[in-house]
């Protein structure tokens, strides 16, 4: 069971079951790669295993590789859609729907992110372009705990790069790096605990010295 008491009416402590949100490659050569294709199915079975709740954006590549994987190994899975309704969301987005939940919040891509994110204790992301490091930004900023499965394609190697060389940022403490799923799961179960959540909107991340983001 996850510390992660919350204090009741009567008392007694009630703990949440870990959401661990998994964003990477929904197209592209990427979804192609086996090595990363296995390593998001690893990531699936992990998650499964450990009792922790599946969430992605609905979409097909990696995540619902990792999804998949997930739901065979018996874990409850969540998408969060960018569509209005299932009609939308299979016949204009081309998305799946195997999951056991799926919130369709009409919002389109870049919202839906948001809504990602911010029902996730934690993020993992395996592979990864444009739209996922549009994922990773808001995860940043937002002060999410976020894991990085390291040689999984895409942007999973450059994290240090785009954050310290080109943002001239700091690899936050709640960010952590494996190439291995079950390792990296590890270090993110730790940071969870470890690092609470922000309580309002934007997080930690904040200059403080001159008040910018």
Known sequence: MNPFPLPTA????????????????????????????????????????????FINGACPGLPNDAMLACKGAGGFTVGISPAFSEYQHVQEYSSPHDHDMIIYTGMGFMERDIINIRSADGVVIVGGGIGTLNELTIAYDEGRPVGIITHSGGISNSVPHIIQELCKREIPPNMVFDDDPAKLLDKLEMVIRTFPLPVREDGRVVDHKEARR
């Open 10 to 53: 009567n008392g007694n402590a009630h703990y949440h079951r870990f959401k661990i949100g998994v964003m990477g490659s929904a197209s592209g050569q990427q979804i192609q790669d086996p090595i990363a294709r296995e390593k998001a199915k690893k990531l699936g079975e992990e998650i499964a295993k450990r009792g922790h709740i």
